[in-house]
């Protein structure tokens, strides 16, 4: 399950979703989204790069990687923030 959490940064608070992505032949026709928003309303949720920080990949196991993404943006500069991951199959 993807785990949120707040990390500090420079004196500012930013929030956090980390998770495992699967590789290889497990992976095969998944997609992972992350998506972000200031209420748990569902027109709300966004899936736009902007709002994240670089990822934070690590490629260390075999079959998977555990990804971390941050918000752009501190929690203080926003008031509330919220993230989510969506993962689904083409197959």
């Known amino acids: 399950l993807p785990v949120a959490e707040r990390q500090e940064e420079e004196g500012e608070e930013y929030l956090t979703l980390t998770f495992v992505r699967l590789r290889g032949e497990a992976a095969a026709g ?11 309303d569902a027109e709300d949720w966004l899936d736009d790069p902007e709002l ?16 971390t993404i941050r918000m ?10 919220f993230m989510r991951l969506r993962v ?4």
């Open 30 to 40: 998944l997609t992972y989204t992350v998506e972000a928003g200031t209420t748990l």
């Open 52 to 67: 994240f920080a670089p990822d934070s990949v690590d490629s260390s196991h075999e079959d998977y990687d555990i990804v």
């Open 72 to 81: 752009a943006e501190p929690v203080s500069a926003t008031g509330k923030q």
């Open 88 to 91: 689904d199959s083409n197959e």
